[in-house]
């Protein structure tokens, strides 16, 4: 398995620029976690999914923060318009779970590094 | 809300030397999962070990292992015979047990180990 893929691995951009970064999940899995690392606040959940349904979106900063996952294989997280206090690396995730069952393993994408100029 | 506290920003040890990283935690949950995560330069999150709460034996992983103490909410990471490769940050993170849907991860802010040859 190729693992969960995130794109682009870099990113620098302008100050008022839409920028929107993507997750594949692995195959099979059915929870899909946005995290965001930062020196100043160390890793915190931004959102999640779970069948394509948000759960939590508590971590999501503002409203230029939005979160998409139109399929199974498929998420995007958009922010717009970008600051400079936005640059951090974001992480993707992916796990899978059972009704009823316990917790699995959340398997994590190389991470997206943002530079907001 | 639960939180992760790792309070050792940095450690160092001599290779082939045993090293120790702390981590303690607060929930009022009775179920619940504690995992070691390990980050090297390339940024990439590795699971290391993890430790189901309802499980009274402590997880060991080859050389890493745990010990896990539920009643004083305290989770360390023992590496022994230290190797270079295992220079890195060390997270220790929480997740609760919400049976079908997925919980988040709940870091803690990292433990910085340098490895010396």
């Known amino acids: 398995d190729a693992g969960v893929i995130q794109s682009p691995r870099h990113e620098v951009t302008e100050m008022g620029q839409e920028v929107t970064l993507r997750c594949k999940p692995i195959s099979g899995h059915n929870s899909l976690f946005w995290y965001r690392q930062t020196m100043m606040r160390g890793l915190e959940l931004l959102i999640y999914?779970?069948?394509?349904?948000?759960?939590?979106d508590s971590g999501m900063p503002e409203d230029r923060f939005s979160a998409k996952m139109p399929n199974a294989s498929f998420s995007t997280l958009k922010i717009q318009p970008s600051e400079p206090r936005d640059s951090a690396v974001y992480f993707c995730?992916?796990?899978?779970?059972?009704?009823?069952?316990?917790?699995?393993?959340?398997?994590f994408g190389p991470g997206t590094r943002l530079t907001v100029l | 809300a639960q939180t992760v506290t790792q309070s050792q920003p940095e450690m160092s040890v001599q290779e082939a030397e045993t090293v120790t990283l702390s981590c303690t935690y607060d929930t009022s949950e009775s179920d619940y999962y504690l995992f070691w995560y390990k980050q090297p330069p390339s940024r990439q999150m590795i699971l290391v070990i993890r430790q189901e709460a309802y499980k009274q034996q402590n997880a060991t992983e080859n050389r890493f292992s745990v010990n896990f103490q539920k009643a004083a909410k305290s989770f360390s990471l023992k590496i022994s015979d230290s190797q270079l490769g295992d220079a890195a940050m060390y997270f220790c993170?929480?997740?609760?047990?919400?049976?079908?849907?997925?919980?988040?991860?709940?870091f803690g802010k990292g433990t910085k180990l340098s490895v010396k040859p």
């Open positions: 999914f779970n069948n394509n349904v948000p759960i939590d």
């Open positions: 995730a992916s796990s899978f779970s059972l009704a009823g069952g316990r917790g699995n393993e959340q398997f």
């Open positions: 993170a929480y997740r609760g047990d919400y049976g079908g849907s997925q919980g988040n991860l709940i």
